[in-house]
C-alpha cells in the first residue's frame, strides 16, 4: 500500500465538483491541500540498531532479508488509523521501525523472538498494515530500538482437509491469495472485511476481525480451529479438535492478542464449498428503530441472511446524495437495508423466502436486487473516500462498538451526542452516519463514520472527540471495539473493559509469554 493513504495508488480518486459542492455547503469547508511529498522526501528517524545487532538478525534470515531501506522502513511507519495518516500529513519527521525483517517460517519467527528479547529489541508483528487503531505502530517502548516482523513470506496454503472442512494456511497471506488457493480446491474461506484487498490472515485471528458476511459464516475467530504461535519462550500449537473440556480454551488468549503475547505464524480455519449462487435484495424501512427490530426478528428466528446491514437516516441520504450507484427512483427512502443469501439455489431459495416474509412482516419494503448489488460493487472502494475528504480539508473518521438488542438505541444516542457535543463545541459540527454491520441473537453491532471539518490541529481535535465517544460507550456499557481491535488508540478504556483484576490477568500472562516484554509494546494491555 501507499505510505500516507488507504490502499494502493490507482484506487485514489478526486471527489467530484458535485460532492465538492455539497461538501462546502453542508461543513463550510474549502478547498484543502493534498500531501504530495515523494517518499524519497520525508524524513525519518535514524536507525537505531547496532551493526552487531543487525549482523545477528540477519545470520537468521539472512542479509537480503533485513531492510534498514529508507522506502520499506516508511511504508512500515504504522498503520491506516485517521491518526496516523494525520500524522503522515504533518510534515515532522516519522517515526519509524530502525529495520524490518522478512521471516521464511515459523522457526525463524522464534529465533528472531529469542535474539530480540535477548538484545533488547521490541518487535511488531505486521501483516497487512490495515490496522485502524494504532495497532502495528512502531513504538518502542523502554527500548532502544523496534524491528517490524513483516511477515509476507509466511504465504503458503499449508494443508487442506476437504473431509473435515479445514484448511491451514501461513499467517501473511492476503485475503484475496487465501482465497485464490482455495478456490483451486473448490473452497472459501467467506471473510471479507472491509480491508479484505490487503489485510492478512494472521492479522485477521490477531484482531478478532469481523467480514461483511458474518451474519452467514461468523467473525474469523468462530473460523479458528488451531494455532500455531511464536513466542520468546518458544512455540505454541493449539486447537486439535472441533471442541474440548481440557481446560480453558487457550486459543483464546491468542486470539485477539494483537502481536502482544505472541506471533500467529499458521492458522488452521473452518472452510465451506464456494458458493453456487447468491441472492440479493434491498429493503427500505421507514426509520432505523423499525430496521433494527426487523433485523431483530430474521436473526432470533434463524432465517439468517449471509450478510444483514442496516444504514439509518442519515447515512442512506448521504449515500444517495454522494453516488449515482442506487438512483432518485429506487424507492430507498428512510433507512436502506441490505441482504444476501449464498448457497446453493435451493438454500438460497428456502432462506431467502422466509426472510422476506419476515422482513415485509416487520415493516420493509422490498426493492429488488439492484440495491444490494451495487453496495457489494462498492464495498472495498470507501476507504479511499477518506483519503479524498482529507485532501478537501474534511476530517472523516469510523469507530465501532457493540451491545444487546435491549441496549442499541442508548448506545446510538450516547456515541451521536457525544460527537456532536465534542466535535460542535470546537466549531466543527460533525455529520454522524450509523449502520448496523454486524447482527447476533442478543446484540449487534454499530458503525458510525463522522464527518466534520478539519481544524488545522486535526489530532487534537480528533482527540478530543475520541476520549468523549469512548467514555460514552463504556458509561452505556457497551464493548470499546466490535471488530477494529484494541491497539493503541482504544487501550485506554481497557480497564474499563476487563476490569483491574482481568488486567492483571493479562499482564501475568505477558510475563510467563514475554518476560522481556518485546511484543508490541503499548499495545492492548495497560
Not at 2 to 25: D, M, Q, R, Y
Not at 339 to 363: D, N, S
Amino acid at each position: 500500500m501507499v505510505w500516507n493513504a488507504w490502499g494502493v495508488e490507482s484506487g485514489h480518486k478526486e471527489l467530484s465538483p458535485e460532492v465538492k459542492a455539497l461538501i462546502s455547503s453542508a461543513l463550510g469547508v474549502s478547498e484543502g491541500v493534498a500531501d504530495s511529498r515523494a517518499v524519497a522526501d520525508v524524513a525519518l528517524r535514524d536507525s537505531a540498531l547496532t551493526d552487531d545487532q543487525r549482523s545477528g538478525l540477519a545470520g537468521i534470515v539472512g542479509d537480503e532479508f533485513v531492510s534498514i531501506a529508507h522506502e520499506d522502513r516508511l511504508i512500515h511507519a504504522g498503520g491506516k488509523s485517521t491518526f496516523d495518516l494525520l500524522r503522515r500529513r504533518s510534515g515532522e519527521p516519522q517515526a519509524a521501525p530502525d529495520a524490518i525483517l522478512f521471516p521464511a517460517d515459523h522457526d525463524q519467527v522464534v529465533a528472531l523472538l529469542a535474539y530480540c528479547a535477548e538484545n533488547a529489541i521490541a518487535v511488531v508483528p505486521f501483516g497487512g498494515g490495515t490496522s485502524v487503531v494504532g495497532g502495528v505502530d512502531p513504538a518502542r517502548g523502554d527500548f532502544a530500538a523496534v524491528v517490524t516482523l513483516d511477515l509476507r513470506r509466511l504465504d503458503a496454503l499449508v494443508a487442506v482437509d476437504s473431509v473435515s472442512g479445514l484448511a491451514t494456511l501461513g499467517a501473511g497471506l492476503t485475503g484475496p491469495q487465501a482465497e485464490a488457493l482455495l478456490g483451486e480446491h473448490g473452497l472459501s474461506i467467506g471473510h471479507f472485511p472491509q480491508s479484505f484487498q490487503f489485510a492478512s490472515i494472521g492479522g485477521y485471528a490477531a484482531t478478532r476481525s469481523s467480514g461483511q458476511a458474518s451474519a452467514g459464516y461468523g467473525r474469523f475467530d468462530d473460523m479458528v480451529h488451531r494455532l500455531q504461535i511464536a513466542t520468546p519462550r518458544g512455540t505454541l500449537d493449539l486447537g486439535k479438535a472441533p471442541a474440548s473440556a481440557a481446560g480453558p480454551d487457550l486459543r483464546e488468549l491468542f486470539v485477539g492478542s494483537e502481536g502482544t503475547l505472541g506471533v500467529i505464524t499458521a492458522v488452521t480455519v473452518r472452510v465451506h464449498p464456494v458458493p453456487e449462487t447468491t441472492g440479493y435484495q434491498g429493503w427500505s424501512f421507514p426509520n432505523f428503530e423499525t430496521g433494527a427490530a426487523a433485523l431483530r426478528s430474521v436473526i432470533q428466528t434463524g432465517a439468517t441472511p449471509t450478510v444483514m446491514r442496516l444504514s439509518d437516516e442519515a447515512e442512506t441520504g448521504v449515500n444517495l446524495a454522494m453516488s449515482d450507484r442506487i438512483g432518485s427512483d429506487s424507492g430507498v427512502s428512510g433507512c436502506l437495508a441490505i441482504t444476501t443469501f449464498e448457497g446453493t439455489p435451493a438454500h438460497v431459495e428456502a432462506r431467502q423466502a422466509e426472510a422476506t416474509a419476515i422482513l415485509l412482516a416487520a415493516g420493509g419494503t422490498a426493492l429488488g436486487a439492484e440495491p444490494a448489488q451495487q453496495w457489494e460493487h462498492g464495498r472495498f472502494n470507501a476507504p479511499y473516500m477518506r483519503d479524498a475528504l482529507l485532501d478537501a480539508g474534511v476530517l472523516c473518521e469510523t469507530m465501532e462498538t457493540a451491545t444487546v438488542w435491549s441496549n442499541l438505541g442508548a448506545l446510538r444516542t450516547a456515541v451521536t451526542s457525544a460527537l456532536s457535543d465534542s466535535l460542535g463545541g470546537q466549531g466543527t459540527p460533525p455529520l454522524v452516519l450509523c449502520h448496523i454491520s454486524h447482527t447476533y441473537v442478543t446484540g449487534a453491532s454499530l458503525y458510525f463514520t463522522i464527518i466534520c471539518a478539519a481544524k488545522e490541529d486535526a489530532i487534537a481535535q480528533w482527540s478530543i472527540a475520541k476520549k468523549a465517544v469512548g467514555d460514552a460507550i463504556v458509561s452505556v456499557d457497551a464493548t470499546i471495539t466490535h471488530h477494529h481491535a484494541v491497539g493503541a488508540d482504544h487501550r485506554p478504556w481497557m480497564t474499563d473493559e476487563v476490569g483491574e483484576l482481568g488486567v492483571e490477568v493479562l499482564r501475568a500472562v505477558k510475563a510467563a509469554i514475554d518476560p522481556a516484554g518485546i511484543l508490541n509494546p503499548g499495545k492492548l494491555i495497560p
